[in-house]
C-alpha cells in the first residue's frame, strides 16, 4: 500500500487548485525499487516551480524512514541553471508530514508563488576532476 494513501486527495486538490500536475513516483521507477515520491509541478511567468515530496537520498541507497518537503523554483537557459529553494521539512518521519500536510502545502505554496526571477541564484558549477 501506498504510504501516501492518507493525503493524496490533498495532494491532488492542491495539484488541481494550482493548475499543475501531479506526478507519482520517478519516472522510469516503481516501487520495486523501494520508495515513492509525490511532486506538485507548474510553470508561472516563465519559472518552473515544484512541490516535492521524497525520502532521504543517501550515498548507501534511500532511507525511506526519512522524508523530506520542498519547494523549490528554477530557470533553465543554454549557460545556466538559476534555482530557489525552501526546505520546509527536513530528514523526519513520514507521519510528521502527513500530519501538517495543510500547513506545509499552503506554505509551498506561498512561498513558490511569490518568487521572482530576481530571487533565483545560479547554481555553483561544478569542475569535472
Not at 31 to 46: A, K, N, P, S, V
Request: proline share 2%; hydrophobic share 40%.
Amino acid at each position: 500500500m501506498s504510504v501516501f494513501v492518507q493525503i493524496e486527495s490533498r495532494l491532488k486538490q492542491c495539484a488541481v487548485e494550482q493548475q499543475a500536475i501531479l506526478s507519482q513516483n520517478r519516472r522510469g521507477t516503481s516501487l520495486r525499487f523501494g520508495f515513492e515520491e509525490r511532486r506538485i509541478d507548474w510553470q508561472q511567468d516563465g519559472i518552473n516551480r515544484a512541490i516535492i515530496i521524497q525520502p532521504d537520498f543517501l550515498a548507501t541507497g534511500v532511507d525511506t524512514t526519512k522524508w523530506n518537503f520542498r519547494a523549490v523554483a528554477w530557470q533553465d537557459s543554454a549557460h545556466q541553471k538559476r534555482t530557489a529553494h525552501y526546505d520546509l521539512a527536513t530528514s523526519v518521519a513520514f507521519w510528521a508530514i502527513e500530519g501538517r500536510i495543510d500547513t506545509l502545502l499552503a506554505e509551498a505554496r506561498t512561498y513558490l508563488n511569490a518568487i521572482q526571477v530576481s530571487d533565483l541564484q545560479p547554481m555553483p558549477y561544478m569542475h569535472e576532476q
